[in-house]
């Protein structure tokens, strides 16, 4: 009764810390680190041994905590870590020579020929989802779409706030095998035996995309009619302001240049692509890795980069933006180890094997989707609450398959519904940093935004919810 009493509000404590610091918006990486280590300790002092794979005790009961740190950061940067370095790498090298932009130039340049207003909607919506594989972050996108579509937008004769709700809602989630929450999923489930071997661009083509894809479709269709409603619904109230959007640099070229380094930052995909192609149609056996897809990515952009410039000093010296991105994901790569401590805190001091113990009840009840029904409701909270579903994310990681094993249900069930809810939700906080720029930079009320934002969003979530449910439980 006691190691029950002890467990259970350790556990309530401990997730209560790292909650708030979420809805607060603060850095959980450090609480993360010292919640998980404070339950190790708890669960040494219990008599319990520490839950962790291949576990080498350093003979001290106060050291063992911080070598579980030490471990999982080794385990972790030889996996996941290192994918999502490289990959921080290969974005800023493409920042760095132009591609990005180039990208986003050949790909927005087409919509200036699209005249009706409400068949932008969708289109914009659906390019920057797109555009989101080579521009991850929400917030840069928006600003370069601001730049780029804007006038494109406004000369069509579109109101203001359907402007910024399909810039707001322009990255959500295009299944990629580039990105870090795909890469960290995959390699999460790659640990357990029912999904050995399995690779990011398996995870992403195999599954993600089964439910992304239509959903986006499905929210582009509802964007369409629902910005029609609202204009319709506020009549010709819209106030003339003085907008200031920062102008796009135009890049000049020749069509030879323009296409090779507008290809260049998705080339990793195709690579994938084509590779996941192969081996499903044929007998191809060889398996191109997300790392080695990248490197051969980066090889070509410096061949490009040597025959475009004369001074080939100027170019090995700007390859370093690749080693500097690498370093800037490096947060990334702690928030998982970060989230892995603290889940083997609680593993530690019992709580999932209780937690197992107890939804084997709801087992062949036609309860499975309670699960990652309460998962999602929960992530709407703190998206919504906090503007950012990112750090919830990486941090629930750890504990996916040991929840999905002790409800009794398929891991993807809980991956794809929790990964996709927090990229949608995103867009229907009002303390959402994408919400806040487009704003500020638009001079409307955000919540305005989120009125425009809320119904494709929430309709996007119960879709995928429901399709993921069909599919995978």
């Known amino acids: 009764m006691l190691d029950n009493l002890i467990m259970y509000s350790s556990a309530l404590l401990a ?49 063992d905590p911080l070598q579980v740190v030490v471990q999982q950061f080794k385990s972790t940067l030889s996996s996941a870590g290192l994918i999502i370095l490289i990959l921080g790498g290969y974005t800023a090298y493409m920042s760095s020579i132009g591609a990005n932009d180039l990208t986003v130039q050949m790909l927005t340049k087409p919509v200036s020929k699209i005249k009706s207003v409400y068949l932008l909607v969708p289109i914009i919506f659906l390019l920057g989802n797109v555009l989101s594989l080579v521009i991850p972050s929400a917030s840069t996108l928006a600003i370069l779409l601001l730049a780029t579509l804007y006038p494109v937008m406004k000369n069509a004769g579109m109101t203001t706030l ?67 409603r609202m204009d319709k619904k506020a009549g010709n109230t819209e106030s003339i302001k003085d907008v200031k959007i920062e102008v796009f640099k135009e890049i000049e070229g020749g069509m030879l240049f323009k296409t090779v380094y507008a290809i260049l930052p998705v080339f990793p995909i195709i690579i994938l692509l084509v590779s996941f192609i192969l081996e499903f149609t044929t007998q191809v056996s060889v398996s191109i890795s997300v790392e080695i897809a990248v490197l051969i990515s980066f090889i ?10 004369k001074n080939s000093k100027d170019v090995l010296s700007n390859t370093e933006k690749f080693f500097s991105g690498m370093g800037n994901m490096i947060s990334v790569v702690v928030l998982l180890v970060a989230a892995s401590v603290f889940v083997a805190g609680l593993q530690s001091i019992g709580l999932i094997e209780t937690l197992q113990v107890s939804m084997e009840n709801i087992q062949g009840q036609g309860l499975d989707y309670v699960l990652p029904l309460v998962l999602v ?29 002790a409800a009794g249900i398929n891991p993807i069930a809980v991956s794809i519904p929790m990964g996709l809810a927090g990229n949608l939700f995103r867009s229907v906080s009002p303390v959402a940093a994408v919400v806040l720029i487009i704003a500020g930079t638009l001079k ?8 425009r934002t809320s119904v494709p969003m929430i309709s996007g979530v119960i879709f995928m919810f429901i399709l993921s449910m069909i599919l995978f439980l």
């Open 15 to 63: 997730v209560a810390v790292i909650v708030y610091m979420l809805i607060k918006k603060m850095d959980i990486k450090i609480p993360l680190f010292l919640m998980g280590i404070v339950l190790l300790l708890i669960s040494i002092v219990m008599g319990n041994e520490i839950v962790f794979n291949d576990f080498t005790p350093t003979g001290s009961a106060l050291l």
């Open 162 to 228: 359907s402007i910024a709700a399909v810039i707001a809602t322009s990255a959500t989630i295009i299944p990629t095998p580039l990105g870090s929450d795909n890469v960290a999923v995959a390699e999460e489930l790659a640990k357990y035996a029912a999904f050995s071997d399995l690779t990011v661009t398996q995870y992403v083509f195999s599954y993600h995309a089964m439910i992304s894809v239509p959903t986006i479709l499905f929210m582009a269709i509802v964007h369409y009619f629902w910005q029609k």
């Open 300 to 309: 070509l952009a410096i061949i490009c980069e040597l025959i475009r410039n």
């Open 377 to 405: 409701g929960f992530t709407a909270l703190i998206v919504i609450l906090s503007g950012s579903g990112i750090a919830l994310f990486f941090a629930m990681i750890p504990l996916m398959v040991p929840l999905a094993e």
């Open 444 to 451: 409307v009320d955000p919540i305005n935004i989120i009125k």
